[in-house]
């Protein structure tokens, strides 16, 4: 005997999905992707391999995801390649590339959605992993405040559909080039008093992204007073967050402001939000967040464009469910899984026939493959989770009826084969 090879382990802060994980986080996304229907937003897949440079243009050469987060590799050809570290960046370059918003084109691509993961090299600890999922939204070519507010309802019900109800919506707005400007000041002059108490972050930060120094958690207690870029905005950002925060309400949702909201991509002006859990407002791991973009298209060679959007962390929503020990709505079908013990081998094929009606009729089903136990039969239905097991034997065969078990309330009754899918099916009716 060879000795054992050593074992090849996963890179660090990447993830493996094992089939329970794997199938929640795929029912998270079927919801979403019925919730984009449901607004008329399309699907687009960009790659994961990207120019770095597209990266450094769009969110910012000082920002942490640019300066200590990418996950970057040069080519064969000297070129600088990343995996993308968000969605936004590469949209906008697929907008771009494939004329996406030129009038023929523009009102069939405007709402756009991906899937997939993306790459950061952040410190790996619970709820951030240097590879994770987002489910993101762009809505190209709309200035107004409504489009804002379009799309944060979107996000709201793609949490919704998927249990989190009223999360809590934290809103702010940054202003735009003509009146940032005029607020960074202020703040460098304020921030210059406070240095002192600044952290070592920050002191780098003031001089290349003041801003930032806002988000800073360390910081928090020196900068209470800090000025507030909502104070500070021109008359017409000042109607656009005012307008937000209007139809926010008429759509009975209620923002939480926060001056210190200033998120960490660059590319943002006037509206931004992120999303928590309910009750969970104070914690670091923002469920989803997003804003509105309105010079990035323009910065990446386009035409100007206005645009805004949200991106939600699949893995943080999926990590705050089990918290809260709910399944989203299309795993449920499982509640009704149902098993064919067959005993016997003229019961093998009638028991084949019976899985594929079941499956046809949208209930999942299996079987053993080869003869068993009826023992055995019982315990491979509860260890895959199915609710109900069906056995058929010759007897039952005879009498042509099935022998129905509820696993769950360990009730048997005697059931026609014609009955049996309605019953299953009323059963999913019911409450867990
Ligand atoms: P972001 O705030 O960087 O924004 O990320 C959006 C969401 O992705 C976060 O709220 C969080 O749920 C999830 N997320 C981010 N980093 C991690 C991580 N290391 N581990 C787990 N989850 C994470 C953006 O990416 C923007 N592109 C959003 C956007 C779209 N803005 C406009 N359009």
Known sequence: MSEPKPVIQKVRGMQD???????????????ARKTFSFYDFKEIRIPVLESSSLFKRAI??????????????TDRGERELCMRPEGTAGVVRSYIENNLGVPQNQKQFDKLFYVGPMFRAERPQAGRYREFNQIGAEYFGDASPS????VIKLALSILGRNRIEKPVL????IGCSNCRPGFQKKLIEYLNQKSGDLCKDCQRRMAKNPLRVLDCKTDAGALNDAPKSIDNLCAECRRHHQEVEGEL???????????RLVRGLDYYNRTVFEFYAPNKSGSQDALGAGGRYDYLVEMLGGRATPAVGFAIGLERVMNLMKEMGREPESMEVKRIGTYVAWLGLDTRKPAFQLVEKLRDA???????????????????????????????????????????????????????????????RSADEQPA
């Open 60 to 73: 910012g050469e000082t920002t942490d995801i640019v300066e200590k987060e990418m996950f970057s590799l």
């Open 147 to 150: 489009a804002d507010v379009e």
């Open 17 to 31: 999905f094992l089939p329970n994980d794997s199938e929640f986080v795929s029912a998270i996304e079927a919801n």
């Open 249 to 259: 309400r008429w759509a009975r949702i209620e923002p939480t402001i926060d001056h």
């Open 362 to 424: 949208g209930i999942p089903s299996t079987m053993s493959l080869d003869e068993k136990k009826l023992d055995a039969q019982m315990k491979a239905a509860g260890r895959r989770g199915m609710r109900y097991c069906v056995i058929i034997g010759e007897d039952e065969i005879k009498k042509n009826k099935l022998n129905l078990k509820d696993l769950r309330s360990g009730a048997q009754m005697e059931i026609s084969d014609n009955n049996l899918i309605d019953h299953i």
């Open 170 to 173: 934290k809103l702010n707005s």
